[in-house]
Every structure is written in C-alpha cells, then in structure tokens.
C-alpha cells in the first residue's frame, strides 16, 4: 500500500493522497527546444521521472492530472497535429504512459480544430473533462464534465472547465457546434449535482483559467478564483492558462479556504496537492490540505521515456531541419519597433501575396524573434511566426484602417514632448512584456499604403496616410481588403473593435476569405515557391519628425537590446 494508508487500533485511519498537475505544457514534451535546436529545462521528460519517484511511496494514491494547453507550442505538437495524423498522437500515448488520471481542455486545444482534438481525446486512456463546454445541439457537455476517482475508500471528484474566452480568439471553424458557459454558473451547478448524486469525500476544480482578471467581450477569461470564493464545496483549484505560479488560500463564502495553485508553464514546476483525509468508522473527521510547486530541474530526464518515444523524437527532428529554401541575410523582429523592418515585412509581402488584399496588417508576436542567414528551415517557420493562426481577408473602409493603427501605435509609441523623450511607450521596470507597457503582439504596423506616425501628437491624430502603395489615392470612405491574422480577425487585442470601432457582432461578416490551415503553413509553403528570399523593408511608413524619433529610436534599442554594433 506504500505510505498513503495507516490504519490505527481504534477503528481510526489515516489515508494520504498525492495530487499532481501539469498545466500550459504548450509540447515540451521532449527535453528539447526544437526551434531553437538546444536542450531544454522542464518536458514531460522530467516530469515524467518525478511522478516514478512518486510512485514508489504513494502508489495508486497518487492521482496526476493535467489541465490543458498541451496540443500547442513546439514543433513535434505541429507534427503530430497536422503532418503525421494516422499514428496515434505523440501527446496522447506520453500521457497514456505516464498514467495520467484525468485531463482537460485548455483554449490551445480548442486552436487545434476539432480533427486534432476529437482525434487525442479518443486516444487518451483517460477522460479529458470540459463540464463548461457544451453541445449547441444537445446543450449537454460536449466532454464528459466531471471524474469520480475512489482511493482506499476516500471519493475523489475532479469537476473540468476552461476559460469561456474562447471565442474571443478562435475562428468559429474551430469550434463548430460548441458554446463556452461562465465558469462561475457552470461550477454552482455541477456542484449541486455533484454532491447530491456523489456526496465526495473531496472536491477539486481542475480550471484551465487563472487566478482572476479581465473581461473580454463581457466574458469572465480568469475565472478561477471567483469560482473558488463563490462557489462553495471545493477544496482545491487546480489552476492554469495565465502562465503564472501560484500557491495560495482563498476564503469561500461559507468560511472555509480553498487552495488555488498554479504550475506556470513548459513543465519546468508541477503543483503538488497532498491531502491527508482522517477517517474513524468509516466517516471522514478531518482533512488537511498543503500544496508546493515542485521544480523539475532537480530531476533527471527518465530514459525509459526517451526511448519509448525514440521514434517521435526522430521524426520530429527530420520535421524541423527539412530545408524549405534560403535566406540571404539575417532578419531580427528586434527592429521592428523603430520603424520598417525586413522581418515584418517579410510577413507583410507573404500574406499580400497570398491573399490578394490591397493592404496587410501585422505585428511582432515576439522580440527576439531571429531567422539567419543561410539555409531556412522548418524549425525557421516557428521563429517566424510562433502560433497557429489562420489568415484572414476582411472588408474594412479608409477610416477604420486609419482608426485601427491609431489604437495600435498609441499601444507602441509614447507621446514625445521633448527629444529627450523615450520614443517606445516603456515601462521603468518589467511588468510582464519586457519594458513594454503592452505586449507587442498588438503592436500592428500595416503595408500596402505609405503613412507617417507623427510621435509629438495624441492619439487619434497621429497617423496620416499619404497614398497606397502602388500610387493611387487612398480614400477614407472606400473599402479595402486588409489581411489579417485570425487573432485579430476576431477582435483579439481589441484592435478593430475599439480601434477600429467595428462592433464584435459584425466581425464575421467583414471576414470574406479565411485560409482552411495556419498561416504558417501558407508562409512555408510560399518560400518553398520562391526559393530564395532577400528581406529588406519596404519603407511604406515612417515616424516623424526624424530629427527627434531617430536619435531617440538609437537609445531605446540600446536600453532593450544592447548596442546594435555589437551583435
């Protein structure tokens, strides 16, 4: 039995459970980072040596879980999900061999498409809950909703849900026949049903939401902590989707605490729940709950575990250095704050090409982002463009392209007064994007009309479009086909909602082309056509005035970067 069960003389036993989870694995599956072709800390791999070690003195006792946004991130999740779909899903039969208990469904899931997740959800030899996700035609949960687990006669019950923001981000092709239910009256009635039909021992809240937070489009996306305050029953939340640690007690409304615990992200920290449940003549008299965030860089990498899965690894590794064309210099998203760049534009000229819009909207999803000279790989393409959005053409007028770049340089550039200014909008000290005071995957440049930022003007009178690119006028009434990627084709970074001042409800109907793959496909497969390419930027906008935004465009690199001279 190990160490889980102690029965004393006077009919008084004492049972130890051992809770795990894994959250936002986002693939680091393997020990390694298949984009940037080095070893890597935290994966399953190592997760996988800590839960053996576990094993040993917990036994059957030791319940692991995890709480989504796992089908998404590296390379060998890409493979499994779209290139090699007739083996059984790497990530499925990892989980299947660590013996997983439960799992869920987190919105990188969902990003997938219902082929990928309908097909993992059918291999794992375990449910992955989602009571939050329902069946538009049966307005039942579309996955089995909650997970009765029974140890040494203690009755566990996991209740599943994810952050009902979905929407919010994903093209509906991806979840067809599907609505997202608030967390909060979602959770208040399951629990009813739970504890009538069930009557646990205990209750746990395995969320693929955090802590709490923002609203978009009047859904709760971080809901957690509101369900564990306001709905009382449970005696852990198992956290997840903010990337953030967490290990913390929250009072619920009938005065009891609830532990909330968050792992972070990339498997390099598990949360680790142990409750200890006091029983005397079959009755529970008492239950005490601690949790730790356990770091995995204190075990070693399980070699059982790499060579179950020697295969997948190899086939991932043949995936990402396969040779799709060349690049004649080396192109750095770094530049893309200050102006023009060859990297952006390299995405600019890509999705005009595809698409055939008249104007391309984009941003740098990541600041380090850098593809070098040479031989351009597959691993190159995730560099390029980090996560698998579709790319859209919509329908929008003059004015809704100028009033969209307003909001988004008024996100990127500060209001200079002085050329002492700091032309970046910049925080003093990290607040979770760098020194940037908004994440720059909102910072949206457009090409395919030649513009001017004017940085000592507020916002709303900054951007002046002179003429499109190709000469003719541009006009603020007419309508323009603007490709854009689906994140904000469906209102992510509010963008064209507040931007723009398109309503969410009318979104859909601008949209009149959306590609069928991720656009990173597309652009894969546009280099493949063209062979070589030779990035420069294409100079379509410009800030001014220049004798003040150059000089301080040179200090704010240096401040972020470093000296440019000396890369």
């Known amino acids: 039995m190990g160490q889980g069960h102690l029965k004393a003389s006077n009919n008084e036993e004492t049972i130890t459970l051992k809770f795990v989870e894994t959250s936002d694995v986002h693939g680091c599956y393997f020990p390694y980072d298949f984009i940037q072709n080095k070893q890597m800390r935290g994966s399953l791999a190592r997760v996988s040596s800590y839960v053996k070690e576990e094993r040993e003195v917990y036994g059957d006792n030791l319940i692991l879980m995890d709480n989504g946004d796992i089908l998404q991130g590296q390379p060998v999740?890409?493979?499994?999900?779209?290139?090699?779909?007739?083996?059984?899903?790497?990530?499925a039969a990892m989980l299947n061999y660590m013996r997983y208990d439960v799992g869920n469904m987190g919105n990188h899931d969902v990003e997938t498409g219902h082929a990928v997740y309908d097909r993992w959800v059918g291999q794992c030899d375990f449910p992955i809950l989602g009571a939050n996700i329902v069946d538009v035609k049966t307005g039942k949960p579309y996955l089995k909703p909650y997970e009765v687990l029974e140890r040494n006669g203690v009755k566990v019950v996991v209740l599943g849900m994810i952050t009902p923001a979905v929407p919010s981000w994903l093209p509906e092709q991806l979840w067809a026949g599907l609505r997202f239910e608030d967390m909060e009256a979602c959770a208040?009635?399951?629990?009813?049903?739970?504890?009538?039909?069930?009557?646990?021992?205990?209750?746990?809240?395995?969320?693929?939401?955090?802590?709490?937070?923002?609203k978009l489009d009047n859904v709760v996306e971080n809901g957690s902590k509101g369900v564990a305050a306001n709905v009382p029953g449970f005696d852990i939340v198992?956290?997840?989707?903010?990337?953030?640690?967490?290990?913390e007690r929250v009072a619920n409304a009938s005065g009891d605490s609830v532990l909330v615990i968050d792992p972070a992200n990339t498997a390099k920290v598990v949360s680790e729940v142990t409750v200890t449940v006091k029983k005397q003549n079959g009755k529970i008299v008492s239950k005490q709950v601690d949790g730790k965030l356990v770091n995995m860089d204190d075990y070693a990498v399980d070699k059982d575990f790499m060579h179950t899965f020697q295969k997948q690894y190899e086939a991932t590794q043949a995936f990402v250095s396969r040779k799709i064309g060349r690049m004649e210099r080396t192109i750095s998203s770094k530049d893309a704050f200050f102006g023009p760049s060859a990297f952006i534009d390299l995405i600019h000229q890509l999705q005009l090409d595809i698409t055939g819009a008249d104007i391309s909207f984009c941003a740098p999803l990541s600041a380090y982002a850098e593809i070098k000279e040479g031989d351009i790989r597959m691993s190159d393409m995730f560099n390029l463009y980090k996560f698998e959005n579709m790319l859209y053409t919509m329908v929008l007028t003059?004015?809704?392209?100028?009033?969209?770049?307003?909001?988004?340089?008024?996100?990127?550039?500060?209001?200079?007064?002085?050329?002492?200014?700091?032309?970046l909008l910049l925080n003093e000290k990290d607040n979770g994007f760098g020194r940037f005071r908004n994440p720059s995957f909102n910072f949206?440049?457009?090409a395919g009309i030649i513009?001017?930022?004017?940085?000592?003007?507020?916002?709303?009178?900054?951007?002046?479009?002179?003429?499109m690119a190709d000469g003719k006028p541009f006009?603020?009434?007419?309508?323009?086909?603007?490709?854009?990627?689906?994140?904000?084709?469906n209102g992510g970074g509010d963008l064209l909602t507040k931007g723009a001042g398109i309503p969410k409800a009318e979104l859909a109907k601008r949209i009149v082309f959306s590609t069928d793959k991720d656009l990173r496909y597309y652009l894969m497969k546009r280099i493949e056509e063209v062979k070589v390419l030779n990035p420069a930027p294409l100079n379509q906008w410009r800030f001014i005035p220049e004798k003040w935004t150059e000089p301080a465009a040179k200090r704010d690199y240096e401040l972020l970067f470093g000296n440019k001279d000396n890369e």
């Open 398 to 423: 003059g004015k809704e392209v100028k009033d969209f770049l307003e909001m988004s340089y008024d996100l990127w550039v500060n209001q200079m007064t002085s050329p002492d200014d700091h032309l």
């Open 77 to 91: 999740a890409y493979y499994y999900n779209y290139m090699d779909t007739t083996s059984v899903h790497v990530c």
């Open 444 to 446: 949206d440049s457009a």
């Open 238 to 247: 198992f956290m997840g989707h903010d990337h953030t640690r967490w290990n």
């Open 475 to 489: 006009e603020m009434d007419k309508q323009y086909r603007v490709a854009v990627n689906s994140y904000r084709g």
């Open 451 to 467: 513009y001017t930022v004017d940085v000592t003007k507020p916002y709303g009178k900054r951007i002046t479009v002179e003429r």
């Open 188 to 214: 208040a009635k399951w629990v009813k049903e739970i504890r009538e039909k069930e009557q646990p021992d205990i209750l746990i809240g395995l969320f693929h939401s955090g802590m709490d937070g923002k």
